[in-house]
């Protein structure tokens, strides 16, 4: 009996470690839909040769991650409509927002991880997913928030890949030069052309895409992580800001809260930069017009003696980012984009912005995709 017993045991210990290795290789193979409609909220200057700063505001959803083509349908239909509207051209500078790539991470895996309710439910799922290479990027991680850091670690690769892929073939299809957003990844590099990854910590990188499909220069790392990214994510020092040459003129990134502080801008300046773009994502649905929570993690900069709560976020947005702290660059003209859409439990706010040396104007807020157009 007891032999019985024990076989029983064994039996059914087999069938369920098969039933889970079974699950672990299922996808969804179901279509997913989603609005592929934009407009333009803004479109400052007349036409001319010397070109533009296109931003574009998806709004995107966890389902647009399921695969790489997806999200490929969605963002190639905004470029289809700026060109239609006669935004594109051969010296346009496009440029999408903060996290757009990083939640490559999700691409391919199981329909469990884009219905899941939160972040931490989808990362449990994908976790699940992949028990051999997760516990081997556990032994590699390197940051506190361990769990965060070994799924990047694991997916890096791909992601890395899936990235230049997808915003490098977009650039070369439609002729222009495209800053794509972010990425978070472990120690990112160009090498002869190709987005690689190492063994390193973990960054928020954004790479600019030249007209050919090929990155320009090497990847942006983000400066000032926010408290959300501290845990798993390095800060870069300032000296790794970088400009980089395009047909419309020498560009600078400054990723989301990088463009807070006026070490970043004298840098930049020193590099000679003419135009600037930063790609952004602020978190949590009506944050916008919320008090503004301060520097979230980071010390203020010490031209700066507003105390949190005495604005809006937004009025902060404009009074002591990139919208006022533009000139100090020497920069002709700049644009902010923002990430708007439901990404599980995130929630998303933020009015995309143009600036010159002499004035700012906000895109209209609403649902849905929204172009911002600034000819230079």
């Known amino acids: 009996m007891r032999k019985l017993l024990s076989l029983a045991v064994i039996t059914l210990l087999i069938a369920a470690i098969s039933v889970y290795a079974v699950w672990t290789e299922l996808r969804p193979s179901g279509h997913y839909l989603s609005d592929l409609r934009s407009q333009v909220a803004l479109n400052q200057g007349?036409?001319?040769e010397r070109g533009n700063l296109l931003g574009i505001q998806p709004e995107l959803f966890s389902g647009d991650y399921q695969s790489v083509e997806l999200l490929h349908l969605k963002l190639?239909?905004?470029l289809e409509k700026a060109r239609n509207e006669g935004l594109l051209n051969r010296k346009t500078i496009a440029v999408l927002p903060e996290h757009i790539g990083t939640w490559l991470i999700a691409s391919g895996e199981k329909a469990e991880v884009y219905q899941a309710n939160t972040v931490r439910e989808a990362m449990v799922w994908l976790a699940a997913s992949h028990p051999l290479q997760l516990a081997r990027a556990l032994l590699a991680a390197q940051g506190e928030d361990r769990l965060t850091d070994a799924l990047f670690r694991m997916k890096g690769k791909a992601m890395a890949r899936d990235y230049q892929?997808?915003?490098g073939g977009l650039a070369?299809?439609?002729?222009?030069?495209?800053v794509a957003g972010s990425i978070v990844l472990p120690e990112p590099r160009v090498e002869n052309g190709a987005l690689m990854v190492g063994t390193g910590p973990l960054y928020n990188i954004s790479l600019v895409f030249g007209s050919d499909g090929t990155p320009l220069g090497q990847p942006q790392r983000k400066i000032f992580p926010i408290r959300d990214e501290q845990d798993f994510t390095a800060a870069a020092p300032t000296a790794a800001l970088q400009v980089?040459?395009?047909p419309a003129g020498r560009l600078g990134v400054l990723i989301c809260t990088d463009s807070w502080y006026p070490a970043s801008y004298a840098e930049l300046a020193r590099s000679g930069v003419e135009l600037l773009a930063v790609p952004a994502f602020l978190t949590g649905n009506g944050n916008w017009s919320k008090p503004w929570a301060g520097y979230n993690g980071a010390s203020a900069p010490a031209d700066v003696s507003l105390?949190?709560?005495e604005l809006s976020e937004g009025e902060a947005w404009q009074r002591l980012?990139?919208?006022?702290?533009?000139s100090s660059s020497g920069a002709q003209a700049g644009i902010t984009v923002f990430l708007r859409g439901q990404l599980w439990d995130l929630g998303s706010d933020g009015q995309s912005l143009l600036a010159t040396p002499s004035q700012h104007s906000l895109a209209s807020d609403g649902r849905g995709a929204r172009l911002i157009n600034l000819w230079l």
């Open 76 to 78: 190639a239909a905004y």
């Open 172 to 178: 070369k299809e439609f002729g222009i030069t495209l």
């Open 244 to 246: 980089v040459d395009t």
């Open 46 to 48: 007349q036409p001319s």
């Open 165 to 167: 892929t997808l915003f």
């Open 307 to 309: 105390k949190p709560g």
């Open 321 to 326: 980012a990139m919208a006022t702290r533009l």
